[in-house]
């Protein structure tokens, strides 16, 4: 949390943060949330578990200020409803691209002395013992970055590059977080594509950005699963992602039939994967629609079977059923080519 709270804009590398000592920050904190927070072994807490609900408030009517709510408190500004969740995720989302982007940290994943197996297997808090935040920024960056960013708000284009530079696979540290979640320690960048990472990660502004470049070919599956960006997008639920697919193959059948030719192309909103013969995928879904089903998101079920361009089968059904998903099975049902329906 000391590093978090040191790291400004402009700063490039660590070497340059003013990173407080132990026993400063324990009171830098009691100035910045007064009797809210509690440290018990070098962990901060909030003082009763119902405090999260209580200062979190609505978006639109949320305080939006840097000042401490112990100031805020003092002037008379009431604590209930002053944190914007949303604000509040932008801002750590800024800071951990920030850090994973420090020339210093850069270079750590660079070390050949051991480094790789290391941040290949241990947990991800004993990473460094010299960059403490690592770990939290390597895991929680993306996480904290799925707010949509707006277009008009500044600097943004520079937080979509920041974003644009963490998802690709050309990166060593990119490339070592996939091999830690897949279990893939032979993962190669020619794998995978930034919209499949930016996908994978649920980060609409990301995908957004790449549907709209004509160099970007949506449908390309990767090289180790053989799944399409939007796959990923519906296999983790992210209703944000998967309406920029939507919205992208909407946009693509209103251009003239020489813009498609020239340009990137429709989505395949149904595509099947197609893994290698060496993985079993018996007991897999193939398509979006499918990895949606499975693992019950029900949102996002129900923006691909609006797009008329879905195959429904039996075992969407079973997987429905199996999970207890009413609500999906509903909506399976409720199409024309539903297996149940049709009989």
Known sequence: MAVALAVEEGHTSQSELDIEPDHHFR??????????ISVIDGRIF????TLKAFLIGDDAASFSSEASLANQAADGHKW??????????????????????????EDYFQNPLGNIEKLRTRPLEFLSENY????????????????????????????IQQMLHLCSPHRLSTLIWLRRKWCLPKLGPEDVTRLIVASYLGLSSVTQHLLRLDTT?????DGIFGRS??????????????????????AAKRRSWLERLLG???????????????????????????WAVRFGHEAVVKQ????????????????????????????????????????
């Not at 909030?46 to 578990?49: D, R």
């Open 132 to 159: 403490p935040f690592l770990g939290y920024a390597w895991e929680n960056w993306a996480v904290h970055s799925r707010e949509p960013v707006e277009e008009d708000d500044r600097g943004d284009d520079s937080r």
């Open 304 to 343: 691909l079977i609006a797009t008329n361009q879905v195959k429904v089968d039996d075992k969407m059904l079973f997987d429905a059923a199996k999970g207890g998903y009413l609500g999906i099975m509903e909506a399976l049902l409720g199409t024309a080519q539903s297996p149940a329906t049709q009989k």
């Open 27 to 36: 009171h830098t904190l009691q100035l910045l949330c007064g009797p809210l």
């Open 229 to 250: 960006a939007l796959s990923w997008a519906a296999g983790g639920g992210f209703e944000g992602v998967v309406k920029t697919f939507i919205d992208t193959q909407r």
């Open 217 to 221: 070919r949506p449908n390309v599956r």
């Open 46 to 49: 909030l003082f009763h578990q």
């Open 80 to 105: 209930a409803s002053s944190i914007s969740l949303s604000g509040s995720n932008n801002l750590l989302g800024r800071i951990c691209s920030q850090y994973l982007l420090f020339t210093d940290v």
């Open 264 to 290: 990137t192309g429709g989505i395949q909103v149904d595509s099947k994967s197609k893994p290698p013969r060496t993985l079993s995928v018996s007991h897999r879904p193939c398509t979006p629609l499918g």
